[in-house]
């Protein structure tokens, strides 16, 4: 109180002295960012006196290097009363209300307020520096910022210089209850084009109104990406195809899994896939499936098959009554779609085309097998065919079968033949005075049993046989009828017993057997003429004929003639049977008839020479055939006037006639049977050439 009085009265004093002190520059209001330098300024007029800074009412001293104060100082030039106060560098604790005095003139300035700014720190991005994403799965990038920023910054989010928006901001709670950092939190999907990809986290305030950035890097994994394809894309059935399949993936791929229709395909493994095409590819795609740490991915290609006809619906058969109409339908699949038409069996004429054929108002004729025939429209491809019967249910058709004639009172069969749809309820038969549907009934006896199945839809038949026991004249003049009946009404027709006459049967046989046994009179005369004179047999050693009387000097005697007959000369040729089989030779081997003088053996041949006059043997003249040297041979031809009337061989030489019983000789078998070859001087008797090879002599005695 005595200080304030003091004050008063000095300020009193000097006023009545002259100009009162006073503030020509006050302090303000001031915001430094922390560690910058802080300046407060006060300049007092008309003042000499001492000057103090206080800082929240903390009178910091009137030095002008204010010690104890260590980063605060007052700066001014004093004779113009600048006072001001400076801090360096600024602490986030020197933020304070701050006031200028002029303690001796009682002068104080308004209060400033010294603001610091706590700039931010670089923020943490949660998973940096690289972020690892998965593609198309949504996932939350977190900013965090670090220290005690004052005032709070903001967190922003860039990529390649463009704020990206979105992102949320909230402040955390630490466990003791304080403030923990400020966070932001940008979500998003990533997709493929985001690998590689730089984002920016800036935090940003008064402090730092640039900011301070941290960049991250996002490395994504992603599932393949596959692409599938065929080569070639169209094809025909039967034709192979190559199935490719290409995917990136990140991680790198693990496996491949190939699929047809859903079911897989075994023992596919790799990139690639051969198949040979056939019609199921067209509506059942193929699917490569490709797999890494990640996920998996698969992707479908259905081939364009060029195939025929497939039956998928065949025709169903049917049965309408007559009047009625019909219709059938199938269904063909092919690539490209073939053109169905409507044929009926054995006909070329179309009836209809597309899938389904209508008959109207159809007729017994109608009745028959109907063809659906798929025709493709590329060459090639093949067709193929369905068919489907229709049977037309109409009255029955009776038909008469052949009957046999029949002899006056023995017994007969009359038969008709009844085709039906429906089936017939009632076959029966019918005459002037009788009436029988099965069974027995005097003379006449009813059986009816299955026929075979009736072409073109007739429906199933019946055979009917009518036997009669002990025909009668008048079964031959009246008329047999055979009806049937069904639900849509009666059919029948007339069958007629005809008749057979004895007479002429007997005389048929008697001329029959006439024939057989003039055939076997003539067959029994030609083989006792061929036994009789074709007796023969074979030597394997040479056998001897000597014809006495000849004067063919070139001849001489064999070896093996006997003693008693040397005198006698004549033509000698030597012959071999080498060439018989052992058994032909026992076979046809005959007694001597000379009983040894001519040692004659093989076989019996009878010449008929004749004898010359005054006795003795009648030899015509020789024929010169052959080479000179050859054996000599005799034409007896002209003498006799006749023909050769049995041949025994036939040689490329020609035939050796027999037509004498007395005389005997034996000759070569021929190796080879042919027609005569003969030279241009043969004469017209072929047994007179035998041009073998090399003959043995033939020597004949007589």
Avoid at 58 to 84: C, F, K, M
Avoid at 106 to 130: D, F, N, Y
Avoid at 159 to 165: A, E, K, W
Avoid at 467 to 486: K, M, P, V, W, Y
Wanted: proline content about 10%; hydrophobic content about 35%; glycine content about 10%.
């Amino acid at each position: 109180m005595l200080v304030r009085t003091i004050l008063t009265l000095l300020f009193c004093l000097r006023g009545h002295a002259g100009p009162s002190p006073h503030f020509l520059q006050q302090p303000e209001d001031l915001v430094v960012v922390l560690g910058e330098e802080a300046r407060l300024p006060c300049a007092l007029g008309a003042y000499r006196g001492l000057v103090q800074w206080t800082k929240d009412g903390l009178a910091l001293g009137g030095e002008r290097d204010l010690p104890g104060w260590s980063r605060y100082w007052i700066s001014g030039d004093v004779t113009n009363g600048q006072h001001n106060l400076h801090i360096r560098p600024v602490e986030q604790e020197d933020e304070a209300l701050y006031e200028c005095q002029a303690t001796q003139a009682g002068l104080r300035s308004r209060p400033a307020r010294l603001h610091v700014l706590v700039p931010p720190e670089a923020p943490q991005v949660l998973g940096g520096p690289t972020v690892s994403l998965v593609v198309g799965v949504p996932a939350n990038l977190t900013c965090q910022s670090l220290g005690d920023a004052h005032p709070t910054p903001e967190l922003l989010w860039f990529r390649d210089g463009v704020q990206l928006n979105g992102a949320t901001f909230h402040k955390t709670m630490l466990k003791d209850g304080t403030a923990g950092p400020l966070e932001s939190t940008l979500s998003l999907i990533p997709s493929s084009h985001d690998d590689g990809a730089t984002l920016v986290c800036r935090a940003r305030s008064r402090a730092l109104p640039a900011g301070r950035d941290t960049a991250i890097t996002l490395s994504l994994q992603y599932p393949p990406v596959v692409t599938l394809s065929a080569e070639p894309q169209t094809v025909q059935e039967g034709e192979k195809v190559m199935f490719l399949c290409r995917a990136t993936a990140q991680p790198p791929v693990t496996g491949y899994r190939w699929a047809k229709g859903g079911s897989p395909v075994l023992g596919a493994r790799g990139p690639r896939l051969e198949v040979v095409a056939d019609a199921s590819f067209l509506t059942e795609p193929v699917s490569c499936e490709v797999s890494n740490a990640v996920g998996s991915a698969n992707r479908s290609t259905a081939l364009d098959v060029l195939f025929g006809p497939i039956l998928q619906r065949k025709p169903e058969p049917a049965s309408v009554d007559v009047g009625k109409d019909a219709s059938f339908s199938c269904a063909w699949r092919g690539n490209p779609p073939p053109r169905v038409t409507w044929t009926r069996r054995g006909s070329a004429h179309v009836l209809g085309s597309g899938p389904t054929l209508r008959l109207r108002s159809v007729e017994p004729e109608d009745a028959g097998d109907y063809v659906c025939r798929a025709e493709p429209r590329l060459s090639g491809l093949g067709g193929s065919t369905a068919e489907a019967r229709l049977t037309v249910n109409a009255p029955p058709v009776v038909t008469a079968l052949h009957s046999a004639p029949a002899f006056l009172r023995g017994p007969a069969r009359l038969q008709c033949l009844i085709f039906a749809s429906p089936a017939p309820e009632a076959v029966f038969w019918s005459w002037d005075d009788g009436f029988l549907a099965a069974g027995s009934q005097g003379r006449f006896l009813v059986e009816t049993f299955p026929a075979p199945e009736g072409g073109g839809g007739q429906g199933p038949g019946l055979i009917s046989v009518l036997h009669i026991a002990g025909t009668l004249e008048s079964d031959f003049s009246q008329g047999f009828n055979c009806s049937a009946r069904n639900r849509l009404g009666e059919g029948g027709t007339r069958v007629s017993l005809g008749r057979r006459d004895l007479l002429p049967t007997v005389r048929i046989v008697a001329g029959i057997a006439a024939a057989a046994t003039t055939l076997l009179m003539v067959i029994t005369g030609v083989t006792l003429c061929c036994w009789r004179h074709g007796k023969a047999s074979f030597s394997k050693q040479k056998n001897l004929v000597r014809i006495p009387g000849s004067s063919d000097g070139s001849s001489s005697r064999g070896q093996e003639e006997e003693t008693g007959s040397r005198e006698d000369k004549g033509p000698v040729v030597h012959t071999d049977h080498s060439d018989l089989g052992l058994d032909e030779e026992r076979a046809l081997e005959t007694k001597d008839p000379t009983n040894g003088y001519y040692k004659v053996r093989g076989v019996s041949v009878s010449l008929s020479l004749g004898e010359a006059p005054g006795g003795g043997l009648f030899l015509p003249p020789t024929s010169p055939l052959g080479p000179p040297g050859t054996p000599t041979f005799y034409d007896f031809s002209p003498h006799l006037g006749m023909a050769p009337h049995c041949r025994l061989y036939r040689s490329r030489a020609g035939y050796l006639t027999t037509p004498h019983p007395r005389a005997f000789t034996n000759y070569i078998k021929p190796t080879s049977f042919g027609p005569p070859d003969l030279a241009p001087v043969t004469p017209p008797f072929p047994y007179a050439a035998f041009p073998t090879p090399s003959h043995p002599r033939l020597q004949t005695h007589v």
